[in-house]
């Protein structure tokens, strides 16, 4: 059965255990995903890749699939599938199952697709198209966004955010989260600003340096540091960065360290942490300890200090700080 992303909300979701999103929208897929089902849900949330599920399916099936009787209702998110998926979907189906929620998101599927027809030709299973979005879409999502936060930018300004998004509303939230982190000391925000920013995404950017920094790989953080030429604006950015991730991880690392499930402490972390950034956010929960990490929070901020007080040796005081632990 073949319904419209915004028809979701007027759908009633119980009537299907089986969902199907595909297509290059991949950002509205996760927002229609957490709003419709992840918010509010009291159960358990598994999520796999579908090389990951499909080389692991009879683990799964034991270990998942079984209900107990001291488990509530579940969600299995299943991330880049295809063809190959087919066959399990189809097995699960028949076995009938009435508590868990399956959601298999995909990239662009052609008419001819197998899994495509499976789902459209199917009254009981809903697939989902997601095209991408329009300029005049983006525009709404980032206008929000800068008043939301109290941004103060040009319409050219906002103009250059959303061409440089081509169409992917997860490419602009990343732009918007830097600006963000940006504006937390500079409420007027320029026309060269926005270029440097956005630029920044072009080479390994200031999340791919933070993530590098809070696995401890020195090799990666001092590539990303020689490939870049941070600006002072650059600096402060990445600090900010650094320090987001650094209070959520330390948040996952409390949840860890009290239910010694990593998977659940993740999917409990606010901001939340998307699928293709799981596995640098388990290799940073599995290297720091939480009183190590706490002190170097405290020592963050006081790099921040620095920075705010002796910007022109600013990137001096960022390249030190991330290679010296």
């Given at each position: 059965?073949?319904?419209?992303?915004?028809?979701?909300?007027?759908?009633?979701?119980?009537?299907?255990?089986?969902?199907?999103?595909?297509?290059?929208?991949?950002?509205?897929?996760?927002?229609?995903?957490?709003?419709?089902?992840?918010?509010?849900?009291?159960?358990?949330?598994?999520?796999?890749?579908?090389?990951?599920?499909?080389?692991?399916?009879?683990?799964?099936?034991?270990?998942?699939?079984?209900?107990?009787?001291?488990?509530?209702?579940?969600?299995?998110i299943?991330?880049?599938?295809?063809?190959?998926?087919?066959?399990?979907?189809?097995?699960?189906?028949?076995?009938?199952?009435?508590?868990?929620?399956?959601?298999?998101?995909?990239?662009?599927?052609?008419?001819?697709?197998?899994?495509?027809?499976?789902?459209?030709?199917?009254?009981?299973?809903?697939?989902?198209?997601?095209?991408?979005?329009?300029?005049?879409?983006?525009?709404?999502?980032?206008?929000?966004?800068?008043?939301?936060?109290?941004i103060?930018?040009?319409?050219?300004?906002?103009?250059?955010?959303?061409?440089?998004?081509?169409?992917?509303?997860?490419?602009?939230?990343?732009?918007?989260?830097?600006?963000?982190?940006?504006?937390?000391?500079?409420k007027?925000?320029?026309?060269?600003?926005?270029?440097?920013?956005?630029?920044?995404?072009?080479?390994?950017?200031?999340?791919?340096?933070?993530?590098?920094?809070?696995?401890?790989?020195?090799?990666?953080?001092?590539?990303?540091?020689?490939?870049?030429?941070?600006t002072?604006?650059?600096?402060?950015?990445?600090?900010?960065s650094?320090?987001?991730?650094?209070?959520?991880?330390?948040?996952?690392?409390?949840?860890?360290?009290?239910?010694?499930d990593?998977?659940?402490?993740?999917?409990s972390?606010?901001?939340?942490?998307?699928?293709k950034?799981?596995?640098?956010?388990?290799?940073?929960?599995?290297?720091?300890?939480?009183?190590?990490l706490?002190?170097?929070?405290?020592?963050?901020?006081?790099?921040?200090?620095?920075?705010?007080?002796?910007?022109?040796?600013?990137?001096?005081?960022?390249?030190?700080?991330?290679?010296?632990?």
């Open positions: 059965m073949i319904i419209k992303y915004f028809e979701i909300d007027k759908t009633d979701l119980n009537k299907s255990n089986f969902y199907l999103f595909y297509g290059k929208n991949d950002g509205l897929q996760n927002e229609i995903i957490k709003k419709s089902f992840i918010n509010n849900f009291k159960g358990n949330i598994n999520r796999y890749d579908e090389k990951e599920f499909i080389e692991n399916y009879n683990i799964i099936a034991t270990e998942v699939l079984t209900k107990s009787l001291f488990e509530s209702e579940k969600i299995i299943i991330s880049r599938t295809s063809e190959k998926i087919l066959k399990l979907i189809q097995e699960i189906i028949e076995r009938d199952i009435k508590d868990i929620k399956f959601i298999l998101k995909s990239g662009i599927l052609e008419k001819k697709s197998k899994l495509r027809n499976y789902f459209e030709k199917n009254e009981n299973l809903v697939i989902v198209p997601f095209y991408e979005d329009d300029d005049n879409s983006l525009s709404t999502i980032a206008l929000n966004f800068i008043r939301k936060n109290n103060k930018m040009s319409r050219e300004s906002l103009n250059l955010i959303v061409n440089r998004a081509n169409g992917n509303r997860e490419n602009l939230k990343n732009d918007l989260e830097k600006i963000f982190n940006f504006s937390i000391t500079n007027n925000i320029d026309y060269e600003n926005i270029i440097k920013l956005t630029n920044l995404s072009e080479n390994y950017g200031v999340n791919k340096l933070a993530d590098s920094y809070l696995e401890k790989n020195i090799k990666s953080t001092s590539k990303i540091l020689n490939e870049n030429i941070f002072e604006q650059d600096c402060v950015l990445i600090i900010r650094i320090l987001s991730k650094s209070k959520r991880l330390m948040n996952i690392i409390e949840i860890y360290n009290e239910t010694k990593l998977d659940e402490a993740i999917m972390a606010k901001p939340p942490v998307f699928w950034d799981k596995i640098s956010v388990k290799k940073q929960a599995k290297t720091w300890v939480l009183s190590e706490k002190n170097k929070i405290y020592e963050i901020n006081d790099i921040e200090t620095l920075i705010k007080i002796n910007s022109r040796n600013s990137i001096n005081l960022i390249s030190d700080f991330v290679i010296n632990y």
